[in-house]
């Protein structure tokens, strides 16, 4: 089982070191780590921590994090993917955790809970638990598969759209469609990093994209919107749980 790590990194020379240490401190060690360098202006590559692991592709244009990760995608050797935000950390056991439960349940998509720091590290006193099974229809409610915690059979995998939509979601989504549920590990292997100014800390601009996703996955005007209404409900309680408990 060999796992390609995808990483899109933009202007990441802050955090970039630190999250592609994470991966380098990895139990289990058959993984390649691909890095596509969305145009960065700062330091980021320089920044990037050495291992013959690491491979790093630049884009020509600066395009998006999903531009970037579909480019990582296609240069990509192993059987399985992941993904890992460049400001985001792995658990040193995330990896191996995962094999050996996709290994126990025999699973093609498995995701695992999620801690949260905020931009200097500080984590915050709040977890976002993992369903054993996450069905479709509880994706539908709210997504709990944080993008980074995610390891997934690579013939399953879509191309994330680009354009202004949770690109992520869009694709659990469409992937949960047909396989019908992913499995969970309840626990928090993902240290999630919550940046002020992100396009998911706009709640507005979060709804646009959430909407679009829901589209992306088939469903018509008002019952997309209808979900996203929900969908939004759950976000706001989400986000106020984690900053009333730092």
């Given at each position: 089982?060999?796992?390609?790590?995808?990483?899109?990194?933009?202007?990441?020379?802050?955090?970039?070191?630190?999250?592609?240490?994470?991966?380098?401190?990895?139990?289990?060690?058959?993984?390649?780590?691909?890095?596509?360098?969305?145009?960065?202006?700062?330091?980021?590559?320089?920044?990037?921590?050495q291992?013959?692991?690491?491979?790093?592709?630049?884009?020509?244009?600066?395009?998006?994090?999903?531009?970037?990760?579909?480019l990582?995608?296609?240069?990509?050797?192993?059987?399985?993917?992941?993904?890992?935000?460049?400001?985001?950390?792995?658990?040193?056991?995330?990896?191996?955790?995962?094999?050996?439960?996709?290994?126990?349940?025999?699973?093609?998509i498995?995701?695992?809970?999620?801690?949260?720091?905020?931009?200097?590290?500080?984590?915050?006193?709040?977890?976002?638990?993992?369903?054993?099974?996450?069905?479709?229809?509880?994706?539908?409610k709210?997504?709990?598969m944080?993008?980074?915690?995610?390891?997934?059979?690579?013939?399953?995998?879509?191309?994330?759209?680009?354009?202004?939509?949770?690109?992520?979601?869009?694709?659990?989504?469409?992937?949960?469609?047909?396989?019908?549920?992913?499995?969970?590990?309840?626990?928090?292997?993902?240290?999630?990093?919550?940046?002020?100014?992100?396009?998911?800390?706009?709640?507005?601009?979060?709804?646009i994209?959430?909407?679009?996703?829901?589209k992306?996955?088939?469903?018509?005007?008002?019952?997309?919107?209808?979900?996203?209404?929900?969908?939004?409900?759950?976000?706001?309680?989400?986000?106020?749980?984690?900053?009333?408990?730092?």
């Amino acid at each position: 089982m060999k796992i390609s790590i995808i990483m899109a990194a933009y202007n990441a020379e802050k955090t970039i070191a630190e999250s592609v240490n994470s991966v380098i401190s990895q139990t289990f060690e058959d993984w390649e780590l691909i890095i596509a360098d969305d145009k960065s202006s700062d330091n980021t590559i320089a920044a990037i921590p050495q291992d013959y692991r690491i491979r790093i592709i630049k884009s020509e244009t600066n395009s998006g994090a999903a531009a970037a990760r579909n480019l990582a995608v296609a240069a990509a050797t192993g059987d399985w993917l992941a993904f890992l935000d460049s400001d985001d950390l792995w658990h040193p056991q995330k990896l191996q955790k995962q094999a050996e439960h996709i290994k126990k349940t025999n699973a093609k998509i498995c995701y695992t809970a999620t801690a949260y720091i905020n931009e200097t590290g500080e984590p915050y006193n709040y977890t976002l638990a993992a369903n054993p099974i996450l069905t479709y229809k509880e994706l539908l409610k709210r997504n709990l598969m944080s993008c980074s915690s995610v390891v997934l059979k690579k013939d399953l995998f879509v191309p994330f759209p680009v354009g202004y939509i949770h690109e992520d979601y869009a694709i659990w989504l469409k992937i949960l469609q047909k396989e019908k549920q992913a499995q969970g590990i309840n626990e928090p292997l993902l240290i999630y990093r919550m940046v002020k100014g992100s396009k998911s800390d706009n709640r507005f601009s979060s709804a646009i994209m959430t909407y679009n996703a829901y589209k992306y996955a088939n469903y018509n005007k008002p019952i997309a919107l209808l979900l996203t209404i929900r969908y939004a409900i759950h976000s706001i309680k989400k986000r106020l749980k984690i900053k009333l408990n730092i």
